[in-house]
């Protein structure tokens, strides 16, 4: 059974919906800058969403972003997009979502009071701790009441969501469902990927010999999935069909990627399996690209060994937007919808020189006027989850 | 879908890991037991490990030693709160020194799907590995997207697993919001090796489940276990033991109904908990906690605020 995406949304650093990223993409303007929200020592640059949280739950009609943690508006606020974007009645509709730190953004504010050993805490703000909070409340807010699920799996979350919901409809378990995540900028991240050393203190360079590391972003991508059968029904339109899917494991280290790039060359290779295609037929790769040493250095040998000499244009649509870490492949997918959509690839911002051992050089300037048949999309994450998805024409 | 369970294992306040029969909690603690994971992981490994980690790799090492099983085909976890011990290690240093010196390791052991990329990395495995984090639900979460893997993979082995662990701070919070008012908090990990096939090694089997989410009420529940009954072609009467986990009051005609969360504890995954306890009363090594004998089906009702309900039922196969 055909899988199709009839519905798409969107908010991250360049843009608080679908037509304003496309904007951004298509004029290469990156949404990387100083930190101007999160209350944090470090001076390192990042990709907020140039929202406050009362401006995110105005826009979406909350009288307050009281209660909220930043994570559930960012979700709200795409996920209306894409559904509103389908024009599917919610009902019935399941809502398979994905993020990595949760409600992190209130609970490390609440947590001072607890390491003060404080004799007054307020515990309020831990109820949205759990990773399923914002799930919930998005089912609650948009009436999603079919099935219900949040993945966790780091970088590769919310493809991982896709992954899901998709295999569900094809199986008969669903009709429509709403998939992606989201992640919000939290201290506790920011300084995580600092400890690790592998954030750059200038924008970052993905896929140049000379990258640094990577910047933090924050964002929700979400897409509507639906049986052509339910599509059809109600007289939707396609926007592209997710025709292909896979998730492995790289089982070489906890956050580095092998050498070889293993997880992401199965991957890859499984989900080109799975859509019926061979790589001559990929029209464009959004790689995962974080700009880290390590990410795209494994991450190019897995697509020499997929590609071989005759590499499909790619890019990495991170340094428009920053790691959005579990946001990462629902943002990307819908940016895949979008490239399908106007027959466009969008640039790889600041790269300059190939890596050296590789050589492989992305898409450089917005290019129009392609015919893009099938997009393959890739999120891989610690505990060397990898995860790559082909989004194609419909 | 019927699961067929072909090796299985878990750490509880009821259970230590490898151990065959259950024994009561003691007194006042809702910790699981102190388990020896030396039989599984080496004590070089172990070190860094916190307690999750300990509980769920451990666990499911042995739950495929058990089973007899080398690689499972994929590896599908649940955790309601992921890492708490590491979470808050690295939070503290980092509200402590102000954003500096901070060491990674906490960070990167605090990620939610640790437990699911450790058992990769252990066992060398590079297939599908899915780690689901919907609270209460986490891991029926689990059961069905094994269900969409077997959909795909009829022959396939699938290790599922929920663990959660309880620290001071987390007791510290939830009893500050009075999450679970006359109730103890808890913590454990359950694995369990599945296949869709009945093989050799398969000795019980999860006959069905069901899953709804949103709010319920007793009528809504009630007509999820008649479903689930329907869908399994058993009566009530079939029943023999009740693993309750709702307030909603259940009652078989044959069944002895039992609170599970009195040996479990509370916590998100506790249902995985449940799940072990039941194993253990139909292989009649739970004396020590349910009088009834002779068990042949075990029905699991979880239910969670207005988060949702579900139902499992388990048997002889």
Known sequence: MKVLISGIGVISAIGSDVSENLHSLKNGESGVGAIRFLKTNHKLPACEVKMTNEELAAAIGLSSAEGYSRTTLLAMKAAKEAVENSGIATGSAGFISANTVGGMDRSELAYEQVAADQEQIDFSPFTTH???????????????????????????????????????I?????????????????????????????????????FDDTRKGLNLGEGAGFVVLESEAHLRKRGGKALAQLSGFANTNDAFHQTASSPEGEGAFLAMTQALKRANITPEDISYVNVHGTGTSNN??????????????????????????????????????????????????????????????????????????????????????????????????? | MKFYINGSAGVSPFLGLGEEACSIPEEGSRFARES??????????????????????????????NAGLEKPDAVITGT????????????????????????????????????????????????????????????????????????ENPKAQVLVG????????????????????????????????????????????????????????????????????????????????????????????????????QYTGVYPTAISGALLLAEKVLLGKASALIDKKGVERVLIVNTHSDEGASCMLVGKC
């Open chain 1, 130 to 168: 759990e990773c399923a909070d914002s799930t919930r409340k998005v089912a609650a807010f948009l009436g999603l009441k079919g099935y219900q699920a949040t993945i966790s799996t780091a970088c590769s979350s919310s493809a991982n969501a896709i992954i899901l919901a998709a295999k569900m």
């Open chain 2, 162 to 261: 929920g663990s959660d662990e309880l620290t001071p701070t987390s007791l510290q919070v939830l009893e500050g919001l009075d999450c679970a008012p006359d109730q103890q908090f808890g913590e454990g990990a359950g694995f369990f090796s599945l296949s869709a096939e009945k093989t050799e090694k398969s000795y019980l089997a999860i006959e069905g489940y069901r899953v709804k989410f949103g709010t319920t009420n007793d009528e809504s529940v009630k007509q999820m276990i008649s479903d689930l009954l329907a869908d399994c072609d058993k009566k009530e009467e079939e029943i023999d033991v009740v693993l309750s986990g709702t307030d909603i009051e259940l009652a078989f005609p044959n069944a002895e109904t039992i609170d599970f969360k």
């Open chain 1, 296 to 394: 795209d250095a494994s991450e190019s040998q897995a697509m020499l060994r997929i590609f071989d000499q005759n590499i499909p244009l790619f890019s990495s649509t991170k340094a428009f937007t920053g790691h959005t870490l579990g946001a990462a492949g629902g943002i990307e997918a819908v940016y895949s919808v979008m490239a399908i959509q106007g027959g466009c690839v969008f640039p790889n911002l600041r790269f300059k020189e190939a890596i050296a051992e590789s050589g492989l050089v992305p898409q450089t300037e917005f290019k129009e006027g392609v015919e893009i048949q099938h997009v393959l999309s890739n999120s891989l994450g610690f505990g060397g989850n990898s995860t790559s998805l082909v989004i194609s024409k419909a």
């Open chain 2, 80 to 151: 309601g709160y992921g890492c708490l011990q590491d979470t808050e290690k690295f939070l503290g240093v980092m509200v402590e020194n102000e954003e500096t010196l901070l060491n990674p390791t906490a960070f990167i052991l605090s990620t939610h799907n640790t437990v699911g990329g450790q058992i990769a990395l252990f066992m060398g495995l590079t297939g599908y590995n899915f780690t689901y984090v919907h609270g209460a639900f986490s891991f029926e979460n689990c059961l069905v997207d094994a269900q969409t893997f077997f959909h």
């Open chain 2, 36 to 65: 020896d994971y030396k039989q599984v992981i080496n004590p070089r490994q172990s070190r860094r490990m916190g307690k999750l980690l300990k509980m769920g790799v451990g666990s499911a090492l042995v739950a495929l030693k």
């Open chain 1, 170 to 206: 094809e199986q008969g378990m669903a009709d429509v469902m709403v998939a992606g995540g989201v992640d919000a900028l939290t201290k506790f991240t920011l300084n995580g990927f600092n400890s690790l050393m592998i954030l750059d203190s200038e924008p970052c360079r993905p």
